[in-house]
């Protein structure tokens, strides 16, 4: 069975710092390019970054996040810096596949962003 | 970037009845294009991939047509599981898009 664990998920003052980590089971990590999807309280889904031959960020966060792999570890990160409030949401870690979907999802972390 | 608008926002429908989701792309997506389920406190969950490719699980009642600009996703006879939220993704390049989401509730 195909799980993604997510955690590292917390409150953080703005300007503040936060890793989330995500760790894959049950299928070769290896194989597939792995994001991060997030979803801001009673919003949509908006795609943050993906890893795979090379490293891909929306505009709203480049610079700020690095998105980063461990494949001995089977785990996923993303080092957040420079918080702001539009950061607030629930993180996904998700598995993108050459299909170019997201066939897998983890249940989420949530991150909140207040002083 | 690659912008995607979903019609309707909302829909209510009955069970039993047939549903079409049209999602439309900003420009040509060729057929990469994905859709997703998503219910209240709950992860999305892929439904169809390469625009009318169904994942394996899916019921066969979910399917999805199109390519280029203009894409849909009928549920040909909803059953109560069916209410959720639906999204559709544009995937031929970075960034990667979502659709603003169309709410199903129960007519």
């Known amino acids: 069975e195909v799980q993604l664990l997510e955690s590292g998920g917390g409150l953080v003052q703005p300007g503040g710092s936060l890793r989330l980590s995500c760790v894959a089971s049950?299928?070769?990590?290896?194989?597939?390019?792995m994001s991060w999807v997030r979803q801001a309280p009673g919003k949509g889904l908006e795609w943050v970054s993906t890893?795979?031959?090379?490293?891909y960020y929306a505009d709203s966060v480049k610079g700020r996040f690095t998105i980063s792999r461990d494949n001995s570890k089977n785990t996923l990160y993303l080092q957040m810096s420079s918080l702001r409030a539009e950061d607030a949401a629930v993180y996904y870690c998700?598995?993108?596949?050459?299909?170019?979907?997201?066939?897998?999802w983890g249940q989420g972390t949530l991150v909140t962003v207040s002083s | 970037d690659i912008q995607m608008t979903q019609s309707p926002s909302s829909v209510s429908a009955s069970v039993g009845d047939r549903v079409t989701i049209t999602c439309r792309a900003s420009?040509?997506?060729?057929?990469?294009l994905a859709w997703y389920q998503q219910k209240p406190g709950k992860a999305p969950k892929l439904l169809i991939y390469?625009?009318?490719s169904l994942q394996s699980g899916v019921p066969s009642r979910f399917s999805g047509s199109g390519s280029g600009t203009d894409f849909t996703l009928t549920i040909s006879s909803l059953q109560p599981e069916d209410f959720a939220t639906y999204y559709c993704?544009?995937?031929?390049?970075?960034?990667?898009?979502f659709g603003q989401g169309t709410r199903l509730e129960i007519k």
């Open positions: 420009q040509g997506i060729s057929s990469w």
């Open positions: 998700a598995a993108y596949s050459s299909r170019r979907s997201f066939d897998h």
């Open positions: 049950g299928f070769t990590f290896s194989n597939y390019a």
């Open positions: 390469a625009a009318s």
């Open positions: 890893i795979g031959v090379g490293t």
């Open positions: 993704q544009q995937a031929i390049s970075f960034p990667i898009t």
